[in-house]
């Protein structure tokens, strides 16, 4: 089990930078560059060899954006990480790295829904199976695997209906298969949640959310427990595939990662509130949140998560038109697919972030008309509660009307 070499707090600060060799700059400078000049040829050329550790060429290696992988390894507990342009490019570099044609994925029963089109992809082209299993238990697990299982691929919480995964049960199918496990873990950050100390081999991220938190950036990060295969990857599908991190990216993410365990402990705490409140209000069928004593597998979520996170799915009484209704009353909160940034956002699930997943899919995930997905902000939560209450009480106005 790898721990980090500094506390977390200490880590998102200090981790991979060191001023020394930057001019004494407090803040990591940005390296807005595509290429790197060699003194001389033999010095090219030993750079390419790998002989001298000398920058490239930014597809290869960016100072900027390797202080933040530098960082994300540590405070995820692994041994290096690489940064994407994308979640989705994360997505993708770990899904061709792990799979050949013929091979099969085995997944939580909810993916992020792009996930799921990147699946269809591969099954379209590649001849690469999934299938989508509870994962619970370990026996749901070990039934779930074929000869050709190639990687488990989860997320936890699972986007949006919070269902969880129980990674210690995954742990003990993989370690006795020798399957390797990814985990995406966009939803808890590193702050809530550490996969590779659970036994996991790679986690990743859309830095996108919480990582960054300011809705300014789209990102991705994969953060592995082994050096070398690190490495591999880092010359394999991130150099040849290509879908890096920009150096802008990764400063404004080193900025916004400052102030992470700051930030989720406020999304939590206000998150916390607004279920008190979402559980007092009648018009609400169901919650799904993963500290909700309520949650089905809270036991499951008070092992393996340090808190239950900013987010929070709920049914709102009646289908479509009353989750739109209510969104459509809504105005401080914002209508917004992503998560995890300072304003609190409301999306629906069932027409928005997983409107291309089939029908019957959507509904074996549990994502009906009337789910809605909250990503609670750093807003005070008075005017929250006001906002979302006066929203609440038009919806029941109008439709008494109708
Ligand atoms: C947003 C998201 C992604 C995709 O990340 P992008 O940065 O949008 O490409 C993947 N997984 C989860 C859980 C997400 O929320």
Redesign the pocket.
Known sequence: MKKRNMKMETAVIHRGYDSKLHHDSLATPLYQTSTFSFADAEEGESRFAGNSGGNIYSRLGNPTVRVLEERMAEIECGQGALAFG??????NAILVYLTKAGDHVLCSRG??G??FGLLEIMNEKYGITHSLVSMTTEEQIERAILPETACIYV?TPI?PTMELVNLEAVEAVASRRGIPVVV?N??SSPYLQNPLRMGADFV??????YLNGHGDV???ILVGKDAEEMQRLRKTVQKDVGGIMSPFDAWLLIRGLKTLHVRMDRHVSNAKEILAFLQKEPSVKTIFYPFDKAHPQHGIAVKQMREGGGLISFEIEGGKKEAQAFMNALSLVKIAV??GDAETLIQHPSTM?HSAVPEKERAAMGITDSLLRLSVGLEHTDDLMEDLAQAFEKVKMELQEI
């Open positions: 994308s979640g989705m490019a994360a997505v993916i992020y792009c996930t997320e986007n995406d966009t939803f990743l991220h859309s830095a996108t959310k789209v990102g991705g992503s998560l972030t």
